[in-house]
């Protein structure tokens, strides 16, 4: 039992904090909304350089042969900078699916690409009906039923969705599942495709941990700044107590992500609710991040020009995607009250199992 | 990271299951804060003690069982899980005893830990005074040195297990000229010493839960001080530390009482229809007792790597106080009309606790520090937010 990183984890965490705010400052992101694509091959190429596209890919296969819980301070990474490429489907997401086939020439075609960052992959849920970065994507694995469905982007039709994110890229997808596209059914697709629910939700989480803290550290720097009545307006014990509800509402999602990493990583029983937990808590906190930051900005927050709402739109999307802080919690009361997937108390239930 | 238990930390759950399954009372035992009950829960206490339960996590030579912390949260939850005895010694064991470790002499270890393990001492913590309650720094009773006594005066208030208890720890002003928080001293007085006398108060409850202790020239040796003269200030932040942040109030107890919101739902579920804004309430609160184990697992293995507990004891403190008294609260909405009935009532079985919990619980956001206090502390030490 140790609920700790090691070094090496947090080194690459800095790392790759400090590749971001390098590389991917907020200007970078305000003038990808104005392209076609709303991506940077550049920087996609660069974060496979740093080895975050190919972490969860066997070293066979080019990548890192890592697993979730070194992923998961990445992402809380890419978060916080608000990264807008396509990390959560491809990397979190689309390499250990294609890893998992038990059937592996997909895998053994697509991996090493996608590690090396010459590839994206786009992976579809059952709960959203949007697919996101399908039209950068260069293999598309599509839910139907059961079933895993592989395709090319030339074989689907889509329709862009315009969303409040302006850095999002989603897309209804029209598409005809047949024996050529269908990569695998049945159990075998039931289980990955859970996993890859599982999977996108507990990055999602991860990236919301992330923005939670930029939007505290925005809002406290900005309190310590900004003077009304002749003194910093975080002296007020009205700001002071909301941003410390929101750090604590923070700090107690933090390791439930983390826990889900781990739950993830080791195949755990629990593993879907344990991940709900995660959605559901660093969501949550999320969502108030936006609401308390915009507030300690006062007016200034509630312009386009300030950034503020670059984070504050990024909570919104990542609430909805790989299934709503609702739908989660929904889960967890399943499984919890109703016994209907498993759900223990840590610790406690050690022995019971 | 590893959140799997080795097969020694098994063995350590197995073996206290195991003695908390033999040994348990059977009937849950009077109030601790009554006479009889005092002492029969002191009773439970040498029983602990004798088989080496009553503080795991100390060395043998005080009465522990040279646990780690993480054996500490495995008996915890083997305690819960056998619905065991509320600690009556809870002030002696987890936040004196811990503070003695930190600042006594070897004296002073050997004199008092053995006692508090075993409750033959049980302690009663005096901070609060009628002038200092949020305001800490604003304490008034003073202690004088004459030869090798401190003489002190003054008076405490709302001191838990005050009633009963035999000895109390607290912070006096030992230079009569400071201010704030410098010139307190941390002394230890026995309850029995000539010119103390306590006054029990009747709580939310009618039972006398806490009390008010006068002290009229009352003489207790120099050696009764812990830590330097002067810095009890720093003893007694080490003290709240322990009691905000890990210590106090262990996870297990609020995933107890989260698994007995989950059955008492699924029993109100069987007797008809449910609000679904309750069954979002239950599940909430499941989540949330979850996540404060996680966290606290999280502090023990940053304990157990050289780490120490500082202001973020802070951010638990809120969170399970709140998260007590939302579990109550929701227990109650569950229990619908049968809510407001007293265990003597005709129509109270199985009505368990709640209301009982639910006073209790109402007392959590005041008491170790009030919750607004720790959100200063957050917004102030944890977020640097300016203080003026
Ligand atoms: C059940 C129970 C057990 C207790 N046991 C003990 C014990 O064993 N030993 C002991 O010494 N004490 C004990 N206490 C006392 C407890 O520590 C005090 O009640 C607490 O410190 C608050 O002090 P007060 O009651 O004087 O309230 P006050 O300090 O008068 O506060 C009243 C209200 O004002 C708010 N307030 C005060 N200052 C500020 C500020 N700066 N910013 C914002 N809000 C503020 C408080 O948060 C509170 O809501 C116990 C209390 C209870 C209820």
């Known amino acids: 039992m140790r609920f700790s990183f090691t070094e090496d984890q947090l080194l690459l965490q800095t790392t790759v904090r400090d590749f971001l705010e390098g590389e991917c400052p907020v200007e970078r992101l305000r003038a990808l909304w104005q392209t076609e694509t709303g991506r940077s091959p550049e920087l996609w190429s660069q974060l496979a350089e740093v080895g975050l596209l190919g972490l969860l890919t066997p ?57 090396a960052g010459e590839a994206v992959l786009a992976v579809g849920n059952g709960i959203n009906p949007f697919l996101s970065d399908a039209h950068v994507a260069d293999l598309l694995l599509l839910p139907h039923g059961d079933e895993i469905h592989a395709l090319a982007p030339t074989a689907v039709t889509l329709e862009r969705q315009a969303s409040n994110d302006p850095s999002r890229r989603i897309f209804s997808v029209e598409w005809a599942p047949s024996s050529d596209t269908r990569v695998c059914g049945g159990e075998e697709g039931r289980t990955l495709l859970a996993a890859a629910l599982d999977r996108g939700a507990l990055a999602c989480a991860a990236q919301a941990l992330g923005v939670t803290q930029q939007l505290i550290d925005m809002a406290v720097k900005y309190a310590t700044q900004r003077k009304q009545f002749g003194v910093p307006i975080g002296s007020f014990q009205a700001i002071k107590h909301m941003l410390a509800d929101l750090k604590v509402k923070l700090e107690y999602a933090r390791p439930v992500v983390y826990r889900a990493a781990h739950s993830v990583a080791c195949e755990a029983r629990c593993r879907a609710t344990d991940v709900s937990m995660a959605k559901a808590a660093a969501g949550e906190a999320a969502l108030m991040a936006a609401r308390v930051a915009l507030q300690v900005h006062g007016a200034i927050g509630y312009t386009w020009e300030q950034d503020l709402h670059v984070w504050m739109r990024r909570v919104w999307s990542l609430e909805l995607a790989w299934g709503s802080g609702a739908w989660h919690r929904a889960r967890v009361a399943d499984a919890v009250l109703d016994g209907l997937t498993p759900a223990e108390s840590f610790g406690y239930s050690a022995l019971a199992a | 990271m590893d959140l799997r238990f080795t097969p020694e930390q098994d063995a350590f759950r197995k073996e206290a299951r195991a003695w908390l399954e033999a040994h348990v009372p059977a009937e849950p035992l009077p109030s601790l804060d009554t ?25 043998v030579e005080y009465g522990g069982r040279g646990a780690d912390l993480l054996q500490w949260l495995i008996f915890e939850e083997e305690y819960y899980r056998a619905g065991a005895p509320g600690r009556v010694n809870q002030n002696g064991i987890f936040l004196l005893g811990p503070t003695i470790m930190e600042y006594g002499t070897a004296e002073q270890k050997t004199r008092y830990l053995p006692k508090i393990a075993s409750s033959e001492e049980v302690w009663a913590q005096g901070w609060s005074e009628p ?33 009963y208890a035999d000895w109390l720890f607290g912070m006096f002003r030992t230079d009569p000229d400071s201010e704030r928080h410098r010139g307190l001293s941390f002394i230890l007085v026995p309850l029995d010493a000539e010119g103390v006398s306590v006054r029990p108060i009747e709580q939310l409850d009618g039972e006398a839960g806490f009390a008010e202790v006068f002290l009229d020239n009352v003489r207790v040796p120099l ?50 229809a449910v609000d679904p804004v309750l069954r979002e309430r239950v599940v909430r609160c499941w989540m949330d007792a979850e996540a404060y184990t996680l966290n606290t697992y999280q502090t023990v293995s940053r304990l157990l790597e050289g780490g120490k507990i500082g202001s973020e004891a802070s951010l638990n403190k809120i969170f399970w106080s709140e998260l007590d008294l939302e579990m109550h609260e929701t227990a109650l909405r569950l229990l619908g009309a049968r809510a407001e009935l007293l265990p003597e009532a005709p129509a109270a079985k199985g009505v368990g606790g709640w209301l009982d919990g639910y006073l209790f619980a109402l007392a959590g956001p005041i008491y170790a520090g009030t919750n607004e206090i720790q959100r200063n502390v957050i917004a102030e030490r944890i977020l640097k937010l300016p203080r003026k």
């Open chain 1, 59 to 115: 070293e066979a296969q080019g990548g890192m042969g890592m697993n979730e819980i070194d992923l998961v301070l990445l992402l809380e990474e890419t978060g916080r900078a608000a990264l807008a490429e396509p990390v959560i489907s491809s990397a979190a997401v689309g390499v250990p699916l294609l890893r998992e086939l038990e059937e592996n020439a997909l895998g053994e075609r697509w991996l090493p690409r996608v590690a």
């Open chain 2, 35 to 59: 006479r009889q009950g005092c002492e029969r829960h002191r009773a439970w206490e040498h029983e602990l003690n004798r088989a080496g339960w009553a503080m795991v996590p100390w060395p």
């Open chain 2, 131 to 163: 002038n200092a309650g949020s305001d800490m720094a604003a304490i008034q009773a003073t202690a004088v040195v004459d030869g090798d006594h401190y003489v002190i005066n003054g008076q405490k208030t709302w001191a838990s297990r005050g009633a």
């Open chain 2, 223 to 272: 050696e009764n001080r812990l830590g330097e003269a002067g810095k009890g200030w720093e003893v007694a932040m080490a003290t709240a530390g322990f009691e905000r942040g890990l210590m106090l109030r262990s996870p297990a107890r609020f995933q107890n009482t989260a698994r007995k919101l989950v059955e008492l739902y699924r029993e109100t579920v069987a007797r008809g």
